[in-house]
């Protein structure tokens, strides 16, 4: 897997959806009617893994960590590249993550407990729901963070 130093503010950490052209306008309206839960930083063009705002030179196809692959709805594999399976069709949503702020409490020396234990942060189905947009329609699964945190990194998804 390629390293690259992404040019997002503060190395912001993004989560990934990559879509089929026939479904992506959808979900580019749900994500436009739901800013916390699903912050746009990025929609490629169709059929281009290179998010050349956010990160120039990186590949969607190879220079992600993980990849869970879903089929009709269901998580049928999962892999470390999806060359193979790239179509000129897909596109590409680079969603803000509150994983971007962390470094910044670190730094402040606030580290929050999941960092110190070295575990994922605490989440849970939020019961907030979010504006539906068939058949893109979710409940968001939210991470708990303060709000203080969420003002300074606004784009790094809603948290209750």
């Not at 690259?4 to 580019?28: C, K, M, S, Y």
């Not at 956010?54 to 196809?61: E, K, M, N, Y």
């Not at 179509?87 to 407990?113: N, Q, Y």
């Amino acid at each position: 897997m390629a390293r690259h130093r992404w040019t997002l503010p503060a190395h912001q950490q993004v989560n990934l959806a990559i879509l089929p052209g026939d479904v992506a306008a959808e979900f580019a309206a749900f994500c436009t009617r739901n800013p916390k839960p699903c912050p746009i930083i990025e929609i490629t063009p169709p059929g281009e893994p290179e998010p050349v705002r956010s990160a120039p030179g990186a590949d969607l196809c190879t220079d992600v960590p993980g990849y869970r692959v879903y089929r009709k709805g269901e998580l049928a594999e999962q892999r470390s590249d999806i060359r193979d399976l790239w179509r000129d069709d897909l596109v590409g949503f680079l969603l803000g993550c509150s994983f971007t702020f962390e470094h910044a409490l670190v730094e402040a020396g606030i580290p929050p407990r999941n960092v110190e234990l070295g575990t994922n942060v605490s989440m849970f189905t939020s019961n907030i729901a979010c504006v539906p947009e068939s058949p893109t329609s979710a409940d968001p699964i939210s991470a708990r963070r303060s709000r203080s945190t969420r003002t300074r990194f606004p784009s790094s998804g809603r948290a209750a």
